[in-house]
C-alpha cells in the first residue's frame, strides 16, 4: 500500500509563485508516474501535469505549459510543482497521483494512488 502526502498550498495574490510537493510513503520499492491534477469548484478533476517513471520526460497542460514545472526531488519518490505567475483561473484543490503503468497518461481513471489534495486560492 502507497500513501501520498501532499502540502504547500495557501492563498497567494495573481502573478505571485508558490511550490507544492508530493511524497510518497508506505510499500515503495519502485519508481512511478506521478502526476498533478486539479479540481476547481464546479469542474471536473483536470491533469495539470506529470513526469514519466524511468525517463523523466515531462508532460504539461496547455493551460499551464511555461508557467509550471514538474520535477522529482532527492529523495525516493518525491515530487515538486513549481507554479509561477499564478492567476485566479488557477484557484483549485491539487492532487498528487502516482501509478506503476506506462505509459502516463492524462486520465485521472488511469492512476492508482492519490493524495488527500491541498488547496491552492489565488486572489486578484
Known amino acids: 500500500q502507497v500513501q501520498l502526502v501532499e502540502s504547500g498550498g495557501g492563498l497567494v495574490q495573481t502573478g505571485e509563485s508558490l511550490g507544492l510537493s508530493c511524497a510518497a510513503s508506505g510499500r515503495t520499492s519502485s519508481s512511478y508516474n506521478m502526476a498533478w491534477f486539479r479540481q476547481a469548484p464546479g469542474k471536473e478533476r483536470e491533469f495539470v501535469a506529470g513526469?514519466?517513471?524511468?525517463?523523466?520526460?515531462?508532460y504539461y497542460s496547455e493551460s499551464v505549459k511555461g508557467r509550471f514545472t514538474i520535477s522529482r526531488g532527492n529523495a525516493k519518490n518525491t515530487m515538486y510543482l513549481q507554479m509561477t505567475s499564478l492567476a485566479p483561473e488557477d484557484t483549485a484543490v491539487y492532487y498528487c497521483?502516482?501509478?506503476?503503468?506506462?505509459?502516463?497518461?492524462?486520465?485521472?481513471?488511469?492512476?492508482?494512488?492519490w493524495g488527500q489534495g491541498t488547496h491552492v486560492t489565488v486572489s486578484s
Open positions: 497521483a502516482a501509478d506503476l503503468r506506462l505509459p502516463l497518461t492524462t486520465n485521472s481513471e488511469s492512476y492508482e494512488y
Open positions: 513526469i514519466a517513471r524511468f525517463s523523466d520526460r515531462t
